[in-house]
């Protein structure tokens, strides 16, 4: 359950609902790639990269001398599957 609530408060910040947008699209990208699409401080992009890293919800990569970071779909399951049980919970009250 903890890993599901750090996923949730990682989704709490509407720049990192922005940024995770860019992901999906993207596929994947760098640090700079986010940094030019939401005209952000990369200082900025960095941290919220970090909180989704941390959170399982992004996956980061080297390449090079940058790193490339991608969504990670099994996380974002569980997280709509966590959603629906509660959902769920709510409507069988009702």
Known sequence: MGDVAKGFAALGHPRRLEILQHLLLERSCCCGQ????????????????RVL???????????????????ELAAF??????????????????
């Open 34 to 49: 986010v940094v030019a699409r939401l005209d952000l401080a990369q200082s900025t992009v960095s941290q919220h990269l």
């Open 53 to 71: 890293v941390d959170a399982g919800l992004v996956k980061q990569a080297a390449q090079g001398q940058k790193s490339l970071f991608t969504v």
């Open 77 to 94: 399951e569980q997280l709509q599957a966590e959603l629906a049980r509660l959902s769920a919970c709510c409507v069988e009250k009702a």
